[in-house]
């Protein structure tokens, strides 16, 4: 089957009336694309996938099975947060399976971010097919694949986990409702669709998750790092008015030690870099123009609560040169 591609003449989304028209004509081609059948759906909860799920329980109803992996990537307070707003207030067929161990025996040694994300991505498509093996009747596997995943893939500006297909032995066809959307018309479809604000203006989040925030060799002591700046960084941005004004902002945590001092005393410890960019369309991004002192609230709650840690960076690189994420 050939896959769907956006059309040229596409107009942007950007109304509740232009979204309506989008989520009536998928509605329709997933119908008829699925019939009775049941659909895997991957929930991160993250805006992609989230949207999703609302497309096609409008769509097919308790067809769907929506499966959340913690692969042991995720920020912190991420699975409880999923498992509460889709298995207790959205009232979804949610399968909660953790595969930290899994994931992260895997990934011991690997450093080359493109092998990274091949194998978390190749990873979840076996944790999907062993919860499929124990359903009745699923034959497709809807991913929140969007349109910038497709244009970096074929680019070759790196590799995305949902953008490569299934492996020829999975008898899976995808079903990828948001595929020719950019993340702007994502949101614009979430609201349509009735999804909390909360949820729409999620900042994006990685298929690999914290995986590609943490360059170099995973391990589990700087995953943890890596957990905890990012959920300080989250904390001060939402308490200072930042939230909703900055697109995305993240930290890294990378494979390298810088000396430092720490209670009078040597300390060879990481960095933690943080990232915060504006963009539309995930395709440019500019940084975030920060104010000084929330900066360095931010670097000394970081570097006394976070351990392994001695230093904190900000990254002023737009996108381009850089990427948005660091692998």
């Excluded at 109803?61 to 498992?83: M, S, T, Y």
């Excluded at 990378?254 to 943080?274: A, C, L, Q």
């Excluded at 990232?275 to 900066?295: G, I």
Aim: proline share 5%; aromatic share 6%.
């Amino acid at each position: 089957m050939e896959l769907e591609r956006r059309p040229e003449e596409m107009q942007r989304i950007t109304t509740p009336e232009l979204a309506q028209a989008f989520i009536e004509e998928r509605i329709a081609m997933v119908k008829e694309q699925v019939g009775d059948k049941k659909v895997l759906l991957a929930l991160s909860g993250g805006v992609d996938s989230s949207v999703v799920a609302a497309l096609l329980i409008k769509a097919i109803g308790q067809q769907l099975v929506c499966v959340h992996v913690n692969h042991g990537l995720l920020r912190k307070g991420e699975a409880e947060q999923v498992i509460k707003v889709f298995g207790e207030e959205m009232n979804a067929n949610l399968v909660y399976v953790d595969a930290t161990d899994r994931f992260l025996d895997k990934l011991v040694d690997v450093t080359d971010p493109e092998e990274k994300r091949h194998i978390i991505g190749n990873e979840f498509i076996e944790v999907f097919a062993d919860e499929a093996r124990k359903q009745e009747g699923i034959e497709f596997l809807a991913q929140g694949t969007i349109w910038p995943d497709i244009l970096e893939s074929e680019r070759g500006i790196k590799a995305h986990h949902n953008a490569g297909g299934l492996p020829e032995d999975l008898q899976f066809e995808l079903v990828e409702p948001v595929r020719i959307l950019f993340k702007d018309e994502v949101r614009e479809v979430g609201r349509a669709l009735g999804l909390p604000e909360g949820m729409v203006d999620r900042q994006p989040f990685p298929g690999p998750g914290l995986g590609v925030r943490c360059p170099g060799a995973i391990t589990r002591d700087r995953l943890e790092a890596v957990r905890e700046s990012d959920a300080i960084l989250r904390e001060e941005f939402e308490k200072n008015g930042l939230k909703g004004k900055v697109w995305q902002y993240f930290t890294d945590v990378p494979d390298f030690k810088s000396t430092g001092i720490k209670d009078g005393k040597r300390s060879f410890e990481w960095p933690v870099i943080i990232r915060a960019v504006n963009t539309k369309d995930a395709m440019t991004a500019t940084v975030e123009n920060v104010p000084f002192e929330l900066m360095e609230h931010i670097t000394d709650r970081i570097i006394h609560e976070v351990k392994g840690v001695n230093r904190v960076l900000y990254d002023f690189t737009p996108k381009p040169t850089a990427t948005i994420e660091y692998e």
